[in-house]
C-alpha cells in the first residue's frame, strides 16, 4: 500500500483527538482543516500527518528539556562530570531526525505530483484576473464576464487560469484550496473540485497594495442546475429595462436549490437574505460620510447613467464598454460591492458612488458626489438615482 | 599559563578611558565600536517594537481603524525592516565587535578603521531609512519588497526609494563588517588556537561573516536593478516591457534564506557559551556544534525557492527545494540535541542568562517545527502568506534570535560596564516576555489554520478571528511591559549593580581572563592557548558559584606604560561614511548631481587620506 | 566552506618571502599569455563558423574555452597554484556555490528545458 | 621581514602576529574576490535570464525587422571590436604579473615601466567600452530600451566601473613608486591590487563567452 493511504489511515485513525485541535477552531469559518474539496483533502491529510508528527516531536523534546530542568538544578558540592559528547548519542539524533523527515518526503512529494497534474480535460475552465484590487471572473466556456462573486457548481472539477492585471496577488478560498499567486506576465493554474453547496470566502494573500486587506471575494458553490441557471441568467443582457425573463432552467434551479444554505433567486442567483454571517461584510462606514435618504428612480438613473463618467470604466451589456472597472450587467444581483467590503444595498451604494475614495483605501473610482456644497458631483437625488438603477439591474 | 592572565591588578568601575564626543567619533576601539552598535540597535528595538503595538492594537478587534491603510502598510514593513537590518543584524555586530578579539586573544579586529567605518554607514543608514517617516513617506511594499508593486507605475512616492537606498547603505556596512571580522577571526587568533580550539561564539560569528559576504552582493545587485529601474527607467522589473516579477524573488530570496541564519547563527553561539557555563559542563558536542553551523550556511544557499512554493515553480523544482528544506532539519535538530546533552547531567543555576538561554532552546524548537511542516509545499501552499507563517518566523526570530540575544546581553553586561544587571528585574523581565511572547505568537498559528491573511490591516467581523487577535494584543502590551523593565534595570544597574570582577560566572574563556570592563589594549601580554577552555585549566576544578567580590582597587596600566602600540584616533572613516551617505542623499533628491558629487568626492578624499596614512604611529 | 580553513591551518604558514620565490617567472607568464592569446582566437574564430554555430557541440565548445582560460589566469597570474591552500578555499568554495546558483536560476527560468 | 612588510605596508593593517604567516590585506581581498563572485553572478545570470526575452529590438545576434521594430535593425554586437578589447585587457593582465615581479625584484626602472603598461592597457579597453556604448546608442539601443538593454548595459557597466577603480589604484601605485618607490616590502600591496586586476580580468573572459560569443 502506497505511503499516502498509509498516511490516510494514520489520518483517519487520528481524526477523534483532531476534534480536540478543531475546537481551537470552532465557529472558524475559513478554517483550513475543513476541507470542502478533494485538494482541500489531501493538503489537509497531509498537514494533520505534519502536526501529530510535529506535536510528537515537541513533546519529546520539550519533556526532554523540562526533565533536565528539574533534574539537575544547582547542588551544593556536587561537580558535574565533564563530559565533552557521545558519537553514539550524537549519531541515533542525527539519524533519528533524517528518517522522520524521510517520511515526510515522500507522501509530499506524491502530494506535489498528484495536486499539480493537469487538470480533468472536460473541467469547468474559470479564468481569474486579479486587480488592484478586486478580483475578476471569467467563463471563458460561456462568455461570461463578472466579478467579486464566484459560482461554482458542486462535484464539478474547476480549473483556474490566474492573472494579473497589474501587481502580484494571490488566489486563496481556505476551504476549497489554494494558494496559488497571480504573477504579472505569468499565466498560473490550479484545479479542484467543490464537493458541497455553501457560501465561502475568498481572499487576496499577497500583498498588494493600499487596500491589499480589502481584496475579497465570495464563493458561492451551488448544485449544477442552479449553476446553469446563473450563467443563462449572466449570459442575458441587463434585466433592467428588458421584460424580466424568467427561463425555465431557473424554476428547476429554484426547486434544486432548495437544499443549499443560501436559498437562490428566480435567477439563480444566491440571494441576500439568510446567507451565512461570515459572508455578510460588517465594514463600517467613514463616520463623516452620509448621504441624504431619498428614494431613488431608476429609470432617471439609467439616463443618467449614460452620460456619466461611470461608462468610461464599467461595462454593461449594450450600454456601456468600459473594462477599467468591474463589470456591472448584473451588479444588481451581487451581495455585496467594493469588492465584498460591503453589503450590496441602496444606501451603501449611494454612499460608495459618492465617495469611494473614502470607503476603501487608494481605490482607482474617483468620488462622484458633492463633496461639498461648492464642489462639483452628483447631489444625492441624482446618487439615488443611479443607484437605484444599478440595484434595477438584476 | 600564568601568562594567559595580565598582570593581576583589576580595575573597579571603567578603566581609563577618555570621553567626550570627539572621542567617540575618532574611536577604532572594538570595544567602544561594539557599544555602539549596541545601542543604537537597543534604541532601534523601542522603535520597531512601537512600530509593533500600534499594529497590534490596530488588529486588536475586527475593522479596526486606529490608523489609516496606508499608514499600515508603512508599520509593518519598518518593523520588519527595523527589526531584521536595524536590531537584531547590528545587535549580532555588538557581540561581534565586541567579543571577537577578546574571544581569540586579540588586540583589536584586523583593520580598526574599517570597523569603525561599517559602524558609520550603517548609524547612517537606519538613520536614513527611518527619515522617511518625517516626510510621511515610509517604505510601504513589505520587507521583501516584492516587485512590480515596487516599480514606478505601482509605487510613484519616494517610500520605496528611501527603503532601497537605506537598504543599499546598510548592506555596504555589512560586507565591510564581514570582510573584517573573516580576516579577523582567520589571521589573528592568539599563538595554540587552532580552529578547533576557537570559542564557540567566535565560530558561529565566522560561519555568519561567510553567510554576509557571499550573501549581500545578491540583494545589492538586486536593489541596484530596482534603482536603476526607478531613476534611470531601465527595465528590470517592467512589466511593460517583458520583465518578470520572479527576478526579483529569486534574486530576493537567494539573499533572503542565508539572511535567515545570519540573524539566527551568532544567537546560538552565544547560547553555545551560556549553556556550559551554567550549566558547569563544555559544551556538549563541541565540533558536531561546529560542523552542523557550517552545514546549516552551506545548505542554506540552496533551499531560498521554498519561500516561493505558491508561484508555481512546477513539481519538480517544488520537490527539490522542498527536500533540501527537509535536509537543513537535519543539522539544525542536532544542535538543539546537544544542548540538551550540554545541560544533561550538568549542574544548573537559573541566572537570567541561562533562563534566556534556555527559553532559546525551547522556542526555536517550535519555530523549528513549523518550519518543517512548511517544508511541505502543499502543506505550505495552505500556510504560506497567512498568519501561520507569520507565528513560525517570530518563534524563529523572537523566540530564537531575540532570546539568545538577551542571554548574551545579560552573560556579557558585566565584561561590557564592570557591573552584574540585577536579577530579580532580570527575573521579571524574563517570566513577562516568556509569556508575552507566547501568547502573542502561538494564537497566531490558529489564525493562520482559520484562514487570516498575513499583512492585513483590518479584517472583518464574523470570521472566527476576534478571540485569538484579542489575545496576540494582550501579549504584545506584556512584551513592552517587559522591554521598558528591561531598560530600567540596563541603566539602574550601570550605577547601583553589584562590581563584578573579571569572571563573575566562573566562564572558560580568554574573555574572563582580563578586567571589566577590558583596558583599551585587551591583553597586556598576548595569551598562548592550549585548549578550549582556558580558564577552566587553570583554575581549580571547582569553577566559582557565586559572583565573586570585586579584588581591591587597583589601576590598570595604560596602553604607553606597557608600550603596546595604539591606533591613532582618527575622524576619517565617520567623514567617509558622511560622504558617503551625503551621495545617496544626491540621488534620492531628484537626482541632485551637485550633492551626488559633492558627496562622492568627500569620500573618495577621506578614502584615500584614511589608506595613505599608517594606522599607528610609526615606531 | 569554513571547514576547508581548518586545512590551511595544518599548513604551515609560510612568510610572504616564501612566496615570492613561487611566484612563477617571465618564462612562464609568456606561455601563459600566448595560451590565452591563441585560445581567444579559437573562440572568435569558432564564432565565425556558421556550419560549427549550428550544432549543439558550439555552446559547450565555447564554455570549455573560455573555462580553461579562467582556470589558467587564476592559476597562474592569481598564482593560486603556488599560493597558500587558504586562497584557494577563500576564492574555490564560494566561486562554486555561486556557479550551481546560477544554474539553478537557469533552470527555475526554464532556460535549461526542465519545464516548459 | 614579514612583520618589516607589515609595519611599513602603507595600508589600514593591525597585526604584529598573524596565526596564519598570512597577510591580512591579501585575505581580505580573496575574501572580496569571493564575495564579487556572487556579485557578477547575480548579473550574469539576470542578462541570460532575459536573453531572448525582450520585446522590441535591437537584439545582441538576431537582426529585428518590422513589424516587431519600427525601422530594420541589424544585431547589435561588433565581435571584432570586443575582441579586440578582450585581447588588450588579456595582454593588461600579462603586464600586472610583469609589474608584481618587477617589484618583488626590487627593480624600480621596470616596476614603474609595467605598472604604466598596465593602466594604459586597462584604460584603452576602457576606450573601446566608451566607443561600443556610444555607437550601440547610435544604433538604438539605450539602457532604457528594452530587457537586453538593461541587463547588458549593468552587466558590462559594472565591469567597467571595477576596470576603472582598477585603473585609479595602479596609477596610486605608479604615482608611491615614482615618489618614494616601491620597495619589495610593498610587493604584498602590488600583490593585492594584482589580484584584484587579474578578478576583473576573468570576469570579463566569462562575461566576453557568455554574452559576446553564445547565440
Known sequence: ?394 | ?619 | MAADHSSSDAHTAPTPHAHEEHHPDWGTYKWVALILTVITVGEVWIYYLPNFTSTRFFVPTLLTLSAVKFAIVVMFYMHLKYDAKLFRALFTGPLTIAIIAVISLLFLFGHLAIRA | ?215
Open chain 4, 1 to 215: 621581514m614579514a612583520s618589516a612588510a607589515l609595519a611599513h605596508s602603507h595600508a589600514p593593517e593591525h597585526a604584529h602576529y598573524t596565526s596564519t604567516g598570512l597577510n591580512s590585506n591579501k585575505i581580505a581581498i580573496w575574501a572580496f574576490i569571493g564575495s564579487e563572485c556572487f556579485f557578477f553572478a547575480s548579473l550574469i545570470s539576470t542578462y541570460l535570464i532575459y536573453k531572448g526575452r525582450s520585446i522590441v529590438g535591437p537584439f545582441p545576434h538576431e537582426a529585428c525587422n518590422p513589424p516587431v521594430c519600427a525601422t530594420a535593425l541589424k544585431p547589435i554586437l561588433n565581435i571584432p571590436v570586443t575582441s579586440t578589447s578582450t585581447f588588450v585587457l588579456l595582454m593588461s593582465s600579462l603586464a600586472m604579473v610583469l609589474a608584481h615581479s618587477a617589484v618583488v625584484r626590487g627593480d624600480r626602472k621596470y616596476s614603474k615601466i609595467w605598472l604604466a603598461m598596465t593602466a594604459l592597457l586597462g584604460s584603452t579597453f576602457l576606450g573601446f567600452q566608451a566607443y561600443e556604448f556610444t555607437s550601440f546608442v547610435h544604433e538604438g539601443l539605450k539602457i532604457t530600451t528594452n530587457l537586453f538593454g538593461s541587463s547588458f548595459f549593468v552587466l558590462t557597466g559594472f565591469h567597467g566601473a571595477h576596470v576603472t577603480a582598477g585603473v585609479l589604484w595602479l596609477m596610486t601605485l605608479l604615482f608611491i613608486d615614482i615618489r618614494r618607490g616601491l620597495a619589495p616590502r610593498d610587493a604584498i600591496n602590488v600583490d593585492c591590487c594584482a589580484l584584484y586586476w587579474h578578478f576583473v580580468d576573468v570576469v570579463w573572459i566569462a562575461i566576453f563567452t557568455l554574452v559576446y560569443l553564445i547565440k
Open chain 1, 1 to 394: 500500500m502506497t505511503a499516502t493511504v498509509r498516511v490516510r489511515r494514520f489520518v483517519r485513525f487520528l481524526r477523534a483527538p483532531m476534534l480536540a485541535f478543531a475546537l481551537a477552531a470552532c465557529g472558524a469559518p475559513n478554517a483550513i482543516w475543513n476541507a470542502h474539496s478533494e485538494f482541500g483533502h489531501q493538503v489537509d491529510d497531509l498537514t494533520r500527518f505534519l502536526i501529530y508528527l510535529g506535536a510528537g516531536v515537541f513533546v519529546f523534546v520539550e519533556g526532554l528539556l523540562l526533565v533536565a530542568l528539574v533534574r539537575f538544578r544547582a547542588k551544593e558540592g556536587v561537580e558535574p562530570v565533564q563530559t565533552h559528547g557521545n558519537t553514539t548519542l550524537e549519531v541515533t539524533w542525527t539519524a533519528i531526525p533524517a528518517i522522520i523527515l524521510a517520511c515526510i518526503a515522500v507522501p509530499t512529494v506524491k502530494t506535489i505530483f498528484k495536486t499539480q497534474a493537469k487538470a480533468d480535460p472536460n473541467a469547468l475552465q474559470v479564468e481569474v484576473i486579479g486587480h488592484q484590487w478586486w478580483w475578476e471572473f471569467r467563463y471563458p466556456q460561456y462568455g461570461v464576464t463578472t466579478a467579486s462573486e464566484l459560482y461554482l457548481p458542486v462535484g464539478r472539477t474547476v480549473n483556474f487560469a490566474l492573472k494579473s492585471a497589474d501587481v502580484l496577488h494571490s488566489f486563496w478560498i481556505p476551504q476549497l484550496g489554494g494558494k496559488r499567486d497571480l504573477i504579472s506576465n505569468h499565466t498560473n493554474y490550479i484545479w479542484f473540485t467543490p464537493d458541497s453547496a455553501s457560501a465561502w470566502n475568498g481572499f487576496c494573500a499577497e500583498f498588494c497594495g493600499a487596500s491589499h486587506s480589502n481584496m475579497r471575494f465570495r464563493v458561492f458553490t451551488v448544485t449544477p442546475a442552479q449553476f446553469e441557471a446563473y450563467l443563462a441568467h449572466e449570459k442575458s443582457g441587463p434585466a433592467f429595462g428588458a421584460p424580466s425573463a424568467a427561463p425555465s432552467p431557473s424554476d428547476t434551479a429554484k426547486a434544486a436549490t432548495a437544499a443549499t444554505t443560501a436559498q437562490s433567486g428566480p435567477t439563480g442567483t444566491v440571494s441576500r437574505e439568510n446567507l451565512p454571517r461570515w459572508v455578510v461584510p460588517a465594514t463600517p462606514t467613514p463616520a463623516n460620510l452620509t448621504v441624504a435618504n431619498v428614494p431613488g428612480d431608476a429609470t432617471r438613473g439609467a439616463t443618467l447613467f449614460k452620460t456619466a463618467p461611470c461608462i468610461a470604466c464599467h461595462t454593461i451589456q449594450g450600454v456601456s464598454a468600459g473594462v477599467i472597472g468591474p463589470n456591472l450587467t448584473h451588479v444588481g444581483s451581487r451581495t455585496t460591492i467594493a469588492g465584498s467590503l460591503y453589503p450590496n444595498d441602496m444606501q451603501h451604494l449611494m454612499l460608495w458612488i459618492k465617495n469611494a475614495p473614502a470607503m476603501k483605501a487608494g481605490v482607482i473610482m474617483p468620488a462622484m458626489g458633492k463633496t461639498s456644497p461648492q464642489s462639483a458631483g452628483y447631489d444625492d437625488q441624482q446618487i439615488a438615482d443611479l443607484a437605484a438603477y444599478l440595484s434595477a439591474l438584476k
Open chain 2, 1 to 619: 599559563m600564568a601568562t594567559t592572565v595580565a598582570a593581576p591588578r583589576h580595575a573597579v568601575g571603567p578603566a581609563r578611558y577618555e570621553s567626550g564626543i570627539w572621542s567617540w567619533l575618532a574611536t577604532t576601539d572594538h570595544k567602544r565600536i561594539g557599544q555602539l552598535y549596541l545601542y543604537t540597535a537597543l534604541a532601534w528595538f523601542l522603535i520597531g517594537g512601537f512600530e509593533a503595538e500600534i499594529i497590534r492594537t490596530q488588529l486588536y478587534g475586527p475593522n479596526g481603524r486606529l490608523v489609516s491603510f496606508e499608514t499600515y502598510n508603512q508599520l509593518f514593513t519598518m518593523h520588519g525592516t527595523t527589526m531584521i537590518f536595524m536590531v537584531v543584524m547590528p545587535l549580532s555586530a555588538a557581540f561581534f565587535n565586541y567579543l571577537i578579539p577578546l574571544q581569540i586573544g586579540a588586540r583589536d579586529v584586523a583593520f580598526p578603521r574599517l570597523n569603525a567605518f561599517s559602524y558609520w554607514v550603517f548609524l547612517a543608514g537606519s538613520l536614513f531609512m527611518n527619515v522617511s517617516w518625517l516626510f510621511r513617506a515610509a517604505p510601504d511594499a513589505g520587507w521583501f519588497g516584492y516587485a512590480p508593486l515596487t516599480t514606478p507605475p505601482y509605487a510613484p512616492g519616494p517610500n520605496i526609494d528611501f527603503w532601497l537606498i537605506g537598504l543599499q547603505i546598510l548592506g555596504l556596512s555589512s560586507l565591510a563588517a564581514g570582510f573584517n571580522f573573516l580576516t579577523t577571526i582567520i589571521n589573528l587568533r592568539a599563538p595554540g588556537m587552532n580552529l578547533m580550539r576557537m570559542p564557540i561564539f567566535t565560530w558561529m560569528s565566522f560561519v555568519t561573516q561567510f553567510l554576509l559576504v557571499l550573501a549581500f552582493p545578491i540583494i545589492t545587485v538586486a536593489v541596484t536593478f530596482l534603482m536603476f529601474d526607478r531613476f534611470f527607467g531601465t527595465n528590470f522589473y517592467e512589466v511593460a516591457a517583458g520583465a518578470d516579477p520572479l527576478l526579483w524573488q529569486h534574486l530576493f530570496w537567494l539573499f533572503g534564506h542565508p539572511e535567515v541564519y545570519i540573524l539566527i547563527l551568532p544567537a546560538f553561539g552565544l547560547v553555545s557559551e551560556v549553556l556550559p557555563v551554567f550549566s558547569r559542563k563544555p559544551l556538549f558536542g563541541y565540533p558536531v556544534m561546529v560542523y552542523s553551523g557550517i552545514l546549516i550556511a552551506f545548505l542554506g544557499f540552496g533551499v531560498w525557492a521554498h519561500h516561493m512554493f505558491a508561484v508555481g515553480m512546477g513539481p519538480i523544482a517544488d520537490s527539490i527545494f522542498s527536500i533540501t528544506t527537509m535536509l537543513i532539519g537535519i543539522p539544525t535538530g542536532v544542535k538543539i540535541f546537544n544542548w540538551l546533552g550540554t545541560m544533561w547531567g550538568g549542574s544548573l543555576r537559573f541566572t537570567t542568562a541561562m533562563k534566556f538561554g534556555i527559553a532559546l532552546v525551547g522556542l526555536f524548537t517550535i519555530g523549528g517545527i513549523s518550519g518543517v511542516m512548511h517544508s511541505s509545499p502543499p502543506s505550505d501552499l495552505q500556510q504560506t502568506d497567512s498568519y501561520f507563517i507569520v507565528a513560525h518566523f517570530h518563534y524563529v526570530l523572537f523566540g530564537g534570535s531575540l532570546m539568545g540575544l538577551f542571554a548574551g546581553l545579560y552573560f556579557f553586561y558585566p565584561k561590557i560596564t564592570g557591573r552584574l544587571m540585577d536579577e530579580r528585574l532580570g527575573s521579571w523581565h524574563f517570566w513577562l516576555t516568556f509569556i508575552g511572547m507566547n501568547l502573542t505568537f502561538f494564537p497566531m498559528h490558529f489564525l493562520g489554520l482559520d484562514g487570516m491573511p498575513r499583512r492585513i490591516a483590518s479584517y472583518d467581523a464574523n470570521q472566527g478571528w476576534d478571540m485569538n487577535n484579542h489575545i496576540a494584543t494582550i501579549g504584545a502590551y506584556i512584551l513592552g511591559a517587559a522591554t521598558l523593565i528591561f531598560f530600567y534595570n540596563w541603566f539602574r544597574s550601570m550605577r547601583r549593580g553589584p562590581v563584578a570582577g573579571n569572571d563573575p560566572w566562573g566562564a572558560a574563556t580568554l574573555e574572563w581572563t582580563i578586567s571589566s570592563p577590558p583596558p583599551v589594549y585587551n591583553f597586556a601580554t598576548v595569551p598562548t592557548v592550549t585548549s578550549r577552555y582556558p580558564l577552566w585549566d587553570m583554575k581549580s576544578a571547582q569553577p566559582a558559584a557565586a559572583p565573586r567580590p570585586a579584588q581591591p582597587a587597583g589601576r590598570v596600566p595604560t596602553a604607553e606604560e606597557l608600550g603596546i602600540p595604539m591606533p591613532t584616533p582618527t575622524v576619517k572613516p565617520f567623514v567617509a561614511a558622511l560622504g558617503l551617505t551625503i551621495a545617496f542623499t544626491g540621488l534620492i533628491s531628484h537626482k541632485n548631481l551637485p550633492i551626488l558629487f559633492l558627496g562622492a568626492a568627500t569620500f573618495v578624499a577621506t578614502l584615500y587620506s584614511w589608506l595613505l596614512t599608517p594606522l599607528e604611529p610609526e615606531h
